[in-house]
């Protein structure tokens, strides 16, 4: 049909069907961290054209994306709810992989871990 309640399809095999499918009812994305990695492909593009409000992004390895990729998912699912990219950037990406490298400062894993905490703490209702 043209419009389906629900859509299952891969990730290659949706390219061809986005424009009819654009109203489901439903989107379930697995290893959603592979369309939605980069918003210049025409995958990505594809998925924020779907009318969707219900979405589910899923993916077995959350904390080992980049937190940009991290971004990109909870934003296709919750749009706005993190703000800005810029922001997010700013927030969150920055001081987070600032703590990790193994020559961190004391205050910079601090704030790596506090920053990581308030991200997690937010999220966690719909992650």
Same mark, same amino acid.
């Given at each position: 049909?043209?419009d389906?309640? =629900?859509?299952?399809?891969?990730?290659?095999? $949706?390219?061809?069907? @986005?424009?009819?499918v654009?109203? /489901?009812?439903?989107?379930v =994305?697995?290893?959603?961290?592979t369309p939605?990695?980069?918003?210049?492909?025409?995958?990505?593009g /594809?998925f924020?054209?779907?009318?969707?409000?219900?979405?589910?992004?899923?993916?077995?390895?959350?904390?080992?994306?980049?937190?940009?990729?991290? $971004?990109?998912? =909870?934003?296709?699912v919750?749009?706005?709810?993190?703000? *800005?990219?810029s922001?997010f950037? *700013?927030?969150?990406?920055?001081p987070?992989?600032?703590g990790m @490298?193994?020559?961190?400062? @004391?205050?910079a894993?601090r704030?790596s871990d506090?920053?990581?905490r308030?991200l997690?703490? $937010?999220?966690?209702?719909?992650v």
């Amino acid at each position: 049909t043209k419009d389906p309640r =629900i859509l299952l399809v891969s990730h290659e095999g $949706f390219l061809k069907v @986005a424009d009819e499918v654009a109203k /489901a009812d439903m989107v379930v =994305i697995d290893e959603a961290h592979t369309p939605l990695k980069n918003e210049a492909t025409k995958k990505y593009g /594809a998925f924020l054209k779907m009318k969707s409000l219900r979405r589910v992004a899923l993916t077995g390895t959350p904390i080992a994306n980049h937190l940009d990729e991290y $971004f990109n998912m =909870i934003d296709y699912v919750r749009p706005g709810i993190l703000g *800005k990219r810029s922001g997010f950037e *700013k927030n969150y990406i920055l001081p987070i992989t600032g703590g990790m @490298a193994s020559n961190s400062t @004391a205050r910079a894993v601090r704030l790596s871990d506090d920053r990581s905490r308030e991200l997690y703490t $937010f999220l966690h209702p719909f992650v």
